[in-house]
């Protein structure tokens, strides 16, 4: 074998062993990355998070995200406890509910803040209905998604408020997807329709709002968040501080490019695309306030939800 031949396999040897050696170290630095396991109820708030996974930013964070539907805030809250979900959303009184009951849920960053120049709830009945005020509601049934939530607590205020009569109003659970089908068929006379279903619902001409009962407990506050058992919490503070952080980010960019996830919009909510590109969306939060909490608790202590009030700060993750 020539001089020339042999360097050339020298070489091509020694190159070879330096791409090996590349590789195995860029296998020993690769990132691992944690993965978070998320509930979620099928509302407009849930778009930061989606975008967020979308996008790469949980990754950059080193987070490997996998969002998952709930039926309803309850299911979600449950499954946190039970340790089958790492993160979960819901309205905010699965919170304050949990708390009361010395239910260690606590939350760790903001979903909707309800701004009533773009109210993301109402009370509709059927287009048809002869409902026309809070009055009319007396004996009559109304559907929410959980009998404790955000929801019913908002509209026995607004009944209260209006000259209804909360007590004699009978309140059922109804599923997210099952709220309208249950109206059209009758076997509710109202329901509290969130964003994106309330314009949905009205722009079809199959239900017409009665009131905007989140008016009932505050101009602003925080309806709906993400929160984690404490106990979750304590052991992984990196992983929830990279979450904060993220959904932060996240959530200021999706409040002002709102086109940008109506495509997440529609296949996390069923809406149809043509639909979902003409609401309004919700505005999402980037702070955990108490001011934007402490209205909610103070007014489910008002109408029995919970036993005894308690200073916001107590179930905010610091």
């Not at 946190?80 to 009184?93: C, E, L, Y």
């Not at 709220?179 to 964003?195: S, Y």
């Amino acid at each position: 074998m020539s001089v020339l031949a042999r360097l050339g396999r020298t070489g091509a040897l020694a190159t070879a062993m330096l791409v090996f050696a590349g590789l195995g170290a860029a296998a020993q630095t690769a990132p691992t990355l944690t993965p978070l396991h998320i509930l979620a109820s099928p509302v407009d708030d849930v778009m930061p998070v989606l975008y967020a996974v979308r996008a790469g930013l949980f990754r950059q964070a080193g987070l490997d995200v996998t969002v998952d539907r709930a039926n309803s805030g309850a299911a979600a809250a449950a499954a946190v406890m039970g340790g089958s979900v790492d993160i979960g959303k819901g309205n905010i009184m699965s919170v304050i509910t949990a708390h009361s009951h010395n239910v260690p849920l606590v939350i760790v960053a903001p979903a909707a803040i309800y701004d009533p120049k773009s109210p993301d709830a109402a009370l509709v009945v059927a287009a048809d209905s002869p409902i026309h005020t809070a009055h009319d509601l007396v004996g009559k049934i109304v559907g929410v998604t959980a009998l404790s939530d955000l929801s019913a607590i908002a509209t026995e205020a607004w009944l209260d408020g209006h000259g209804g009569d909360w007590r004699s109003t009978q309140f059922v659970e109804v599923p997210y997807a099952s709220q309208l089908a249950a109206l059209e068929q009758g076997r509710v006379q109202a329901v509290v329709l969130l964003k994106p279903f309330i314009n949905d619902a009205v722009n079809t001409g199959k239900a017409r709002v009665v009131g905007l009962v989140y008016n009932a407990i505050a101009d602003r506050f925080l309806e709906s968040v993400w929160y984690a058992s404490a106990g979750y919490i304590a052991a992984h503070r990196d992983v929830i501080a990279r979450f904060q952080h993220v959904v932060a980010r996240a959530g200021a960019y999706t409040n002002t490019h709102p086109a940008d996830t109506v495509d997440l919009l529609v296949s996390f909510t069923g809406l149809e695309p043509q639909r979902a590109a003409l609401i309004s969306r919700m505005v999402n939060g980037t702070v955990v306030r108490a001011s934007e909490i402490q209205p909610v608790i103070d007014i489910a202590e008002r109408f029995n939800l919970i036993p005894k009030a308690f200073p916001a700060e107590d179930i905010i993750s610091h």
